[in-house]
């Protein structure tokens, strides 16, 4: 799959309402950005947690699902625990996911999120299931 399948999949999804754009991957890394505006803010005026998260969870499924054969494997967010760093309220914010842990049903990515300037703003590690799908019964 191509980075612009990958972003081309995404297109009206949750992760297009986020602004999150896949800029590239390798066999164990995935990265991608996140333009942010004023509807990723909580009250005090910066990025939300959710938002960082679900960055966070994003780029460590999509490498998932970059690991498998997706017409027979299902991936699958089960856990994302994250630690934010500092706030930020505008720019950009870039993250880099890198395989952990790769088995036959559990990935396990860390995913750091980082401002234009290179601080680190977030740190999650992102745990996925990976289930074969169920074979539709032919009549």
């Known amino acids: 799959m191509s980075i612009?399948?990958?972003?081309?999949?995404?297109?009206?999804?949750?992760?297009?309402?986020?602004?999150?754009?896949?800029?590239?991957?390798?066999?164990?890394?995935?990265?991608?950005?996140m333009t942010i505006t004023p509807d990723l803010y909580q009250p005090m005026g910066v990025v939300h947690g959710g938002?960082?998260?679900?960055?966070?969870?994003?780029?460590?499924?999509?490498?998932?699902?970059?690991q498998v054969d997706p017409e027979r494997f299902n991936v699958l967010g089960s856990t994302v625990n994250s630690q934010h760093l500092a706030p930020i309220g505008e720019g950009t914010?870039?993250?880099?996911?890198?395989l952990v842990v790769k088995s036959d049903f559990k990935h396990v990515w860390d995913v750091e999120i980082k401002d234009e300037q290179g601080k680190l703003i977030s740190i999650s590690r992102v745990t996925n299931s990976v289930k074969p799908r169920k074979q539709k019964a032919s009549r």
Do not use: P, Q, R
Not at 19 to 32: Q, R
Not at 53 to 66: K, M, P, Q, R
């Open 4 to 33: 612009e399948e990958l972003n081309k999949i995404c297109k009206g999804t949750f992760i297009d309402l986020l602004n999150i754009e896949f800029t590239g991957y390798t066999d164990t890394t995935v990265e991608a950005s």
């Open 51 to 66: 938002a960082l998260i679900s960055l966070a969870e994003t780029v460590g499924s999509a490498g998932s699902i970059l």
């Open 93 to 98: 914010l870039y993250a880099v996911g890198k």
